[in-house]
């Protein structure tokens, strides 16, 4: 395939997952494979989206990848779209300079990446909010059961009220808990 071919393969799936906000991905969350289709979902998106970016051998983000991804399959959250990314794979296009994920989410946002997993919130282009590590439960959410995966959603809910179907059952989530 030649670099033609694979930019026109790129923008046709940018355009299907993100503009239209069909998502075709395994596990509810779209994996990101090159530094532009990381620098196009920062700074194109049409819409709220939760880029999660993190690392291989990081353990935090190892914890971190299932609550997202339970997240994302959750129907209250069809309306954001969820983006994943190993920031030390991400491959440089044909001819394109090659950078870091540091420096792309810098030049994106204004932020710099303290560590890992570095979640980003996004909405039209604009960075609404990040979580940089995981999830830490409180005393009190352990004592009421509250799982990670709530404190996550509940999270994203706060983030985009106005994106969250919120005809949806609070006390029922999508995986079936209370």
Request: charged residues 25%; glycine residues 6%; proline residues 3%.
């Amino acid at each position: 395939m030649n670099t033609y071919q694979k930019n026109i393969l790129v923008s046709i799936m940018f355009i299907s997952s993100t503009l239209l906000g069909c998502r075709h991905e395994k596990d509810g969350i779209t994996e990101i494979k090159t530094q532009t289709e990381l620098q196009d979902i920062l700074t194109k998106s049409q819409g709220p989206i939760v880029v999660s970016l993190q690392m291989k051998n990081c353990g935090w983000c190892k914890r971190m990848h299932p609550i997202v991804e339970q997240v994302a399959h959750d129907k209250q959250f069809d309306a954001i779209g969820f983006y994943t990314a190993d920031a030390h794979a991400l491959a440089a296009d044909d001819g394109q300079e090659s950078l870091t994920t540091e420096e792309i989410v810098k030049q994106a946002t204004g932020q710099n990446i303290p560590g890992y997993p570095f979640i980003l919130f996004m909405n039209k282009g604009e960075l609404i909010d990040k979580q940089i590590g995981g999830i830490v439960q409180t005393q009190e959410q352990k004592r009421n059961n509250i799982l990670e995966h709530h404190i996550f959603a509940k999270k994203i809910s706060d983030t985009f009220p106005n994106s969250v179907d919120k005809k949806m059952d609070r006390n029922q989530c999508s995986c079936g808990c209370k």
